[in-house]
């Protein structure tokens, strides 16, 4: 991997992480600094963020950018229709034998934590362990071109709407709806699991109209 790549991945990581406060401009030299880049890397680096949509320029610098209502609401119908595809891929190759045990059961392994780490109320690691979660059923989809869309779309997601990932009152049922999918997509029924993930995320863009 050339500098370049790897700057913008590390710094893309720590943009979504939330790792730099959203009213606080990113300054070329301390990340520079804190990356052991030159500065011409970090601007370029930072120019792709900003074209990925992770960035805005406020006029006073490139801050981590911020979705409005209306494209959190975009963002989460497209992210439930490809998801929803993914479900229905993943149970068609689970029906057709494609899939490896382990590869189920290292899922289950991601929704336990995933559930542990929000009862815990760590919310940065649950919602990691939940991105990983729907990331392994895209994997197992098979649709690369679809799943680079939805990894992008999480990244904003993850950036403008963090409070709206972990509602309150709905641990209980974001685990289930976990569980129901993975035994949809296990029993290779592709309409169920279809079903289960596209009501999954519809159910998040509920709650974050109600919070607005």
Same mark, same amino acid.
């Given at each position: 991997m050339s500098v370049s790549r790897k700057s913008y991945?590390?710094?893309?990581? *720590?943009?979504?992480?939330?790792?730099?406060?959203p009213d606080r401009p990113l300054a070329e030299i301390p990340l520079a600094e804190r990356?052991?880049?030159?500065?011409?890397?970090?601007?370029?680096?930072?120019?792709?963020?900003?074209?990925?949509?992770? *960035?805005?320029?406020?006029g006073r610098g490139l801050r981590p950018a911020r979705m409005n209502g209306e494209e959190t609401r975009s963002a989460l119908l497209m992210r439930s229709a490809l998801e929803a595809l993914h479900a229905e891929l993943a149970a068609e190759r689970c029906r057709a034998g494609e899939v490896a045990p382990a590869?189920?059961?290292r899922l289950t392994a991601i929704a336990d934590d995933?559930?542990?780490?929000?009862?815990?109320?760590?919310y940065r690691l649950a919602m990691r362990d939940n991105r990983a979660f729907h990331q392994g059923i895209d994997h197992l989809a098979q649709s690369p071109v679809s799943a680079h869309a939805t990894?992008?779309?999480?990244?904003?997601i993850l950036i403008s709407a963090e409070r709206s990932l972990?509602?309150?009152g709905r641990t209980?049922?974001?685990d289930r709806e976990h569980r129901e999918l993975l035994a949809a997509i296990t029993a290779g029924d592709a309409r169920a699991a279809g079903d289960i993930?596209?009501?999954?995320?519809?159910?998040?863009l509920a709650e974050a109209r109600t919070d607005t």
């Amino acid at each position: 991997m050339s500098v370049s790549r790897k700057s913008y991945e590390q710094l893309r990581h *720590l943009v979504v992480s939330g790792e730099f406060e959203p009213d606080r401009p990113l300054a070329e030299i301390p990340l520079a600094e804190r990356l052991g880049v030159s500065r011409p890397t970090i601007r370029e680096a930072l120019r792709q963020l900003e074209g990925d949509g992770l *960035l805005h320029n406020s006029g006073r610098g490139l801050r981590p950018a911020r979705m409005n209502g209306e494209e959190t609401r975009s963002a989460l119908l497209m992210r439930s229709a490809l998801e929803a595809l993914h479900a229905e891929l993943a149970a068609e190759r689970c029906r057709a034998g494609e899939v490896a045990p382990a590869q189920l059961r290292r899922l289950t392994a991601i929704a336990d934590d995933a559930d542990r780490h929000t009862r815990e109320r760590d919310y940065r690691l649950a919602m990691r362990d939940n991105r990983a979660f729907h990331q392994g059923i895209d994997h197992l989809a098979q649709s690369p071109v679809s799943a680079h869309a939805t990894d992008r779309l999480w990244d904003r997601i993850l950036i403008s709407a963090e409070r709206s990932l972990q509602p309150p009152g709905r641990t209980d049922i974001v685990d289930r709806e976990h569980r129901e999918l993975l035994a949809a997509i296990t029993a290779g029924d592709a309409r169920a699991a279809g079903d289960i993930a596209r009501h999954h995320v519809l159910a998040t863009l509920a709650e974050a109209r109600t919070d607005t």
